[in-house]
């Protein structure tokens, strides 16, 4: 048995770890991009950007001579406890603003608290509400004859243990191509499938495009699709039962990730009670087509 991994790009991965593309929605589409922020970053952004708020007031209550009251003076953990207490509008009652220049940083510091819970609530119910699709897409696809027709095979599985409905998925290629009058253009074929669609995906789905004389990879090779610098993207869309919104799942395989020649190892089984489950321990597995 063959198994092929994931392999990561080196230029894409240099291409996200790229500050210039990191950074860019920030300062063109803020909220779409904390809500695309993974949830790991998401949090330890918004840690860092509250630890730094009260360290910027803890230097700014410093700089009040006797103005916080029970507080040793020119002490920054004491001004930052203090600011902690402030912005989050706790008020334990040991430590208090005591002249003019103190009150007007707590009334700042209130008022900015006060802003930033409201909207880091709305950034955690937006994230938690959004509805997103669990979809598993095989590392590889394979090129392997089906009713004596060599097909590219691409297999799919639904990690939730639930359903999405009215299940839509379309495969397409995507090519480099320079037209008559010199124009480089990057075009989209559609790709055919034998199933394009199904009321209900629960488990696995193998999605199979003949490449028959219809077919836009009919009559291509590895160099001349190399040439082209093709790409096959797979696009799924339904319905999920639990949020009754439609959610979204895409995934790309580049020319590495395709293997001629090899099939999918089978990952249907059967319970003692007789149902059907996947066992996703072989779902990325092939294994070479018999002569």
Avoid at 216 to 244: H, Q, R, Y
Wanted: glycine share 4%; net charge positive.
């Amino acid at each position: 048995m063959r198994r092929y991994k994931k392999s990561i790009k080196s230029f894409r991965f240099l291409k996200k770890l790229n500050p210039v593309t990191l950074f860019h929605p920030v300062t063109h589409d803020l909220y779409h991009w904390l809500l695309a922020l993974r949830w790991r970053y998401f949090l330890i952004l918004m840690s860092i950007f509250y630890f730094s708020i009260n360290c910027l007031f803890a230097l700014a209550y410093m700089t009040t001579e006797n103005g916080i009251a029970n507080a040793e003076q020119g002490s920054f953990k004491d001004a930052f406890f203090f600011s902690i207490q402030t912005l989050s509008t706790v008020g334990y009652g040991s430590m208090y603003p005591q002249t003019l220049y103190a009150q007007i940083l707590v009334t700042i510091e209130i008022w900015l608290g006060l802003l930033l819970l409201t909207i880091l609530t709305g950034l955690m119910f937006a994230r938690f509400s959004r509805p997103t699709a669990k979809v598993l897409f095989s590392n590889v696809a394979v090129i392997c004859p089906y009713n004596g027709i060599p097909t590219l095979m691409v297999r799919t599985a639904n990690r939730r243990d639930n359903r999405i409905l009215e299940a839509q998925i379309r495969l397409c290629v995507i090519l480099n191509e320079v037209s008559q009058e010199g124009y480089k253009l990057r075009r989209f074929y559609d790709l055919e499938l034998l199933r394009s669609q199904t009321p209900v995906f629960n488990l696995s789905w193998l999605v199979m495009h003949p490449i028959d004389e219809n077919s836009p990879l009919n009559g291509e090779t590895i160099e001349s699709l190399a040439e082209k610098n093709a790409e096959i993207g797979v696009m799924l869309t339904g319905v999920d039962e639990t949020f009754s919104k439609t959610i979204h799942a895409r995934h790309v395989y580049t020319l590495v990730n395709i293997v001629p020649n090899h099939r999918f190892v089978d990952i249907f089984s059967h319970n003692y009670q007789g149902e059907t489950y996947i066992d996703l321990t072989y779902f990325h597995d092939v294994v070479p087509v018999k002569n």
